[in-house]
């Protein structure tokens, strides 16, 4: 949660709106819900070789998003990719997430 401008979370796991003053929202969790499958893709954490400091918020909040595997199905990376949509809006709804694994 965010409150007196401080936010509260893991930095690769927050959706970039939310370093720009913007509260939690569905929208927030499905941006998150991107970055929890690409790391059941790779088994890996983002982002786990960069420091979280501000350095990796300006990083996100310039587009950088964790590098897709080649090995990933077609329909699972657009979704994530989907998921991690710099506009909220155009994010998918729990049920498209849902309907689309």
Not at 11 to 26: L, M, Q, R, T, V
Not at 28 to 34: A, Q, R, S
Not at 45 to 59: C, G, R, S, T
Request: overall charge negative.
């Amino acid at each position: 949660t965010s409150s007196n401008n401080e936010i509260y979370g893991v930095i690769p796991y927050i959706a970039p709106e939310i370093f720009k003053g913007s509260s939690f929202s569905k929208e927030t969790d499905i941006y998150c819900m991107g970055i929890i499958m690409w790391e059941l893709t790779t088994g890996c954490k983002p982002f786990a070789n960069e420091e979280h400091d501000i350095q990796l918020v300006y990083k996100i909040l310039d587009g950088e998003r964790p590098v897709i595997t080649e090995d990933t199905p077609e329909c699972y990376a657009n979704l994530m990719k989907s998921c991690w949509n710099p506009d909220p809006k155009k994010r998918p709804s729990i049920k498209k997430v849902r309907n689309t694994l």
